[in-house]
């Protein structure tokens, strides 16, 4: 693509597909021979991108408002700052077999929005459907039968905010997102603006996805077809115990998930967040048994939400096991990713003075 910067750090969000012409997205990520609002600009752009790396992370700086802050982590202890703040962790599944089968792991997520639609809790649930050949996209479902069909883990990046503006342009005033943790960073970042014209407090419940990384989707595509198979064919993809497999009608073609590092998202590298620990709660199937969704209940509009969707779902406590297994994970992603962030943006990561935010790569 000559005459066009590429920055690796887009994790296409589509938090600012609402300002940015849209055909400046190319595979999957925002690029702009000026370079994006997340990495060369300092303008509006700036303060909510998740990859701008603004001085404040929200309840990571030093906020005046962190005694009151449903995020502070001041009064916590180290575990709970690895998971962000959290009031309680809770393992669950669908009550109905048949969203079990249609979820990823216990179908909670699913079963949960279902249910707060039908109570009249959010009118409107933005959930990722995928294209025939596993493209994630937004998707604004309004009705139970629409959120069965974003039911299940499509491993590439989805621009969620860009369902959040189309929520809001038709109108709807009780909306849940669901999305990884960068596309939940990027709508607080957007709320902490406290711009009325955004009408971001429309967005009432955040649900964000453990996540360890997200796959560039041409490249999977090209992986699995070296494999001899054709994404179109897969009904499913599931990561389990290292393995990364995927479902076709012959059957289930596993791989150790290592194999698969050079499909991953080059902004992934760059990224410490594994439990989405700005949700309101989050969701994975870490630390939970086979079939079951961990639930990590964050704030009171989680709470609010998980109490109200109750009915749809069977819950316990998550043992101690399960949330250490879950720290785990969070801790040694911060550790693989913190060398590669810290370059990224051009500090010193022994002595964290370096005034540039990001040093452009090779190519730019
Ligand atoms: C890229 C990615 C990486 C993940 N990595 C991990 C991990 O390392 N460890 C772990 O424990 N869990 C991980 N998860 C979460 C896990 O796969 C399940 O989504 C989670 O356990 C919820 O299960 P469920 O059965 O309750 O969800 P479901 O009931 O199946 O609902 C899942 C919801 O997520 C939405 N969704 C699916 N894909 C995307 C996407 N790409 N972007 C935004 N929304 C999406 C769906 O539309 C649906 O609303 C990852 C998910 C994704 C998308
Ligand atoms: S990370 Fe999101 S806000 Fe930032 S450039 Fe990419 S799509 Fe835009
Ligand atoms: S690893 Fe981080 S940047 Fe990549 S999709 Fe997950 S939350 Fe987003």
Same mark, same amino acid.
């Given at each position: ?19 940015? &012409? $849209?055909?400046?997205?190319?595979? =999957? #990520? +925002?690029?702009?021979?000026? *370079?994006?609002?997340? /990495? %060369? ?96 996209? &937004? $998707?604004?479902?309004?009705?139970? =039968? #629409? +959120?069965?069909?974003?039911? *299940?883990?499509?491993? /590439? %990046? ?105 499909? +991953? ?100």
């Amino acid at each position: 693509m000559t005459g066009v910067r590429s920055f690796p750090v887009c994790c296409y969000c589509g938090a600012c597909a609402a300002f940015i &012409p $849209f055909e400046k997205y190319r595979e =999957e #990520e +925002v690029v702009f021979d000026k *370079g994006c609002g997340g /990495t %060369a600009s300092k303008g509006f752009c700036f303060s909510f991108c998740p990859r701008s790396f603004a001085a404040c992370r929200l309840c990571e700086g030093d906020c005046p408002k962190m005694e009151v802050c449903d995020f502070s982590p001041r009064a916590s202890s180290l575990e709970r700052r690895i998971l962000g703040h959290y009031k309680e962790i809770i393992s669950a599944r669908a009550r109905e077999e048949s969203v079990r089968g249609a979820g990823q792991d216990g179908g909670a997520v699913t079963a949960m929005l279902c249910e707060a639609l039908e109570k009249g809790f959010i009118d409107a649930a933005v959930v990722a459907v995928r294209t025939e050949d596993w493209k994630a996209e &937004p $998707f604004v479902a309004t009705t139970p =039968e #629409e +959120v069965l069909r974003g039911a *299940g883990s499509k491993y /590439t %990046a989805c621009p969620s905010v860009l369902g959040v503006w189309e929520a809001i342009d038709r109108g709807y005033e009780n909306i849940a997102m669901v999305g990884t943790g960068c596309s939940v960073e990027a709508v607080r970042r957007l709320q902490a603006l406290h711009d009325p014209a955004l009408e971001l407090d429309r967005v009432k419940v955040l649900i964000g996805l453990f996540c360890t990384e997200a796959f560039r989707h041409r490249d999977l595509v090209a992986f699995l077809a070296e494999r001899g198979i054709d994404v179109k064919e897969v009904r499913r993809f599931y990561v389990a115990k290292g393995k990364f497999t995927a479902v076709t009608k012959d059957g289930e073609y596993s791989i150790p998930a290592k194999e698969l590092e050079p499909c +991953v998202r080059d902004t992934c590298k760059i990224c410490d967040d594994f439990a989405a620990r700005l949700a309101d709660v989050s969701a994975g199937s870490s630390g939970s048994p086979d079939g079951c969704t961990s639930l990590i209940i964050r704030t009171k509009a989680g709470e609010e939400f998980v109490s109200v969707s109750r009915g749809a779902i069977e819950t316990e406590k998550l043992d101690d096991v399960g949330i250490k297994r879950i720290e785990r994970l969070a801790f040694n992603k911060k550790m693989r990713n913190y060398g590669m962030m810290m370059d990224q943006m051009g500090i010193c990561s022994a002595c964290l003075t370096n005034p540039y935010f990001f040093t452009l790569q090779a190519g730019d």
